[in-house]
């Protein structure tokens, strides 16, 4: 008996030592924000599942993310086997061969249920190279309090010209409250993104049709001017190092009145637990300005496979756990509906449990299906994108672009020289990449 018993213990031994032997780790590069901090949270739940499979995060700041990934995929470094990618990414690189096909996730996957508007986005040539953790776009997000003690009301459909207005009444910099709140941390991805927004809106373009840089026009003037005073006259000190971490932080202290940023805080701000001013917020669309265009984006942050990694299969699994209905629903049970990664699955919009807890997910979904990538911009351009210009060379252009009106904020430079730079250098890069001689 006592033998059986050993023998026993023995191979459950052997097992357990077999098992973890043959465990394969993966290595995951993520962003540093609240979202993806939560799933990092969650992977108890995916090692449950997964038990022949451990999990190495890297998690690191926006800018820093896009420029080890970028570097290590563009080299087939093969330092990661899932990548944190934007919408921006993920045709570029799938038309490379440089992501793994992702059509093949399984039946209760349910890909059909991912928001048309989003799952277009990360699909090239009918071929998913990356599915949505979450989905968003811009929306204005401000203080209801302030706003009554001023005697104004937002209006569904903000224009700039108002939310400058509305930004300079409730401006009380002694009391350490701000009217208005915008990124001005230099990158194409931080400051850029929001200055593109408001740049469609006032009827800039990027480029022209025939790919020469337009940062001479009067309608990139009006919207660099309206920037640079608006953020002198009532935004925060030290602006030019915030990005959209920082915004959040100073709103949900009571430091901002209005925010226009990415539809996912909405849940960070309408939440007591984390915002002191969560039953004082509402929201309204991006604001327009009169020309047929708001300043409205589609943006979703992306799980991926890099063709080089040899961990295919586990980083699947990892993929359809984080970004399945069943990894909404833990969410929900652990943190509530609220909390739960936005716009991506049309199920989240149809939950009535959802639809109760968050008073943005309406406002949110009317973003996301308004944003017109293929067209978007006043006047007809060559490229598609909202927030970016989806050409390889965007990411070093637009972080160059950004470092100027990041100057013009601090007054190294005026919002004139910020713009005449900008057109010099992208006129460099573009005749540099053979778009024109």
């Known amino acids: 008996m006592k033998r059986t018993v050993a023998c026993a213990a023995l191979t459950a031994l052997a097992m357990l030592l077999s098992s973890a032997c043959f465990a394969e780790t993966i290595t995951i590069a ?25 999990v190495n995060w890297v998690t690191l700041e926006e800018n820093v993310l896009r420029q080890r990934v970028t570097t290590d995929i563009a080299t087939k470094g093969g330092q990661y086997d899932v990548l944190t990618i934007g919408n921006y990414e993920v045709p570029i690189w799938g038309k490379k061969g440089w992501l793994v096909p992702l059509n093949d996730l399984g039946p209760q996957y349910d890909v059909d249920d991912l928001l048309p508007a989003v799952r277009q986005t990360l699909t090239v040539d009918n071929t998913l190279y990356a599915v949505p953790f979450y989905g968003e776009s811009f929306l204005t997000m401000y203080r209801t309090d302030l706003f009554k ?44 993104c929001l200055i593109s927004l408001m740049g469609n809106a006032f009827g800039a373009r990027w480029f022209d049709e025939k790919w020469h840089p337009q940062f001479d026009t009067e309608a990139w003037k009006k919207t660099a001017t309206y920037y640079v005073n608006i953020m002198k006259e009532a935004g925060p000190p030290g602006a030019s190092a915030n990005g959209f971490n920082e915004n959040l932080a100073l709103f949900q202290t009571g430091k901002c009145g209005i925010w226009v940023d990415a539809s996912v805080a909405a849940s960070f701000v309408s939440n007591p637990a984390e915002s002191k001013v969560a039953d004082k917020v509402a929201f309204a669309m991006a604001p327009n300005q009169g020309l047929g265009k708001r300043s409205v984006s589609i943006w979703s ?101 950004g470092q100027q009106f990041s100057a013009a904020l601090t007054g190294q430079v005026t919002a004139e020289q910020a713009l005449k730079s900008s057109q010099q250098l992208t006129d460099r890069e573009m005749r540099k990449g053979g778009y024109y001689k």
């Open 30 to 54: 993520t962003v540093n924000n609240g979202d993806m901090i939560r799933m990092q949270k969650m992977t108890d739940d995916f090692k449950a599942k997964n038990p022949g499979i451990e």
């Open 149 to 192: 003690k001023a005697g104004l009301e937002m209006p569904k459909e903000p224009t700039w010209d108002f939310i400058a207005e509305a930004a300079k009444k409730i401006n009380d910099k002694k009391e350490g409250t701000y009217g208005i709140c915008l990124r001005g941390k230099a990158g194409w991805g931080e400051n850029m």
């Open 301 to 401: 942050w992306n799980l991926a496979i890099p063709a080089v990694s040899k961990k295919t299969e586990a980083a699947k699994k990892f993929i359809a756990w984080a970004t399945s209905k069943d990894y909404m629903k833990l969410v929900a049970s652990r943190d509530g509906w609220a909390n739960v990664p936005p716009g991506t699955r049309t199920s989240l919009y149809t939950n009535p449990e959802y639809q109760k807890v968050a008073s943005f997910a309406a406002i949110t979904l009317d973003s996301i299906n308004s944003a017109d990538p293929k067209h978007p911009t006043v006047d007809p351009v060559p490229y598609t994108g909202l927030q970016f210009v989806a050409i390889p060379e965007f990411q070093a252009i637009g972080t160059a672009v």
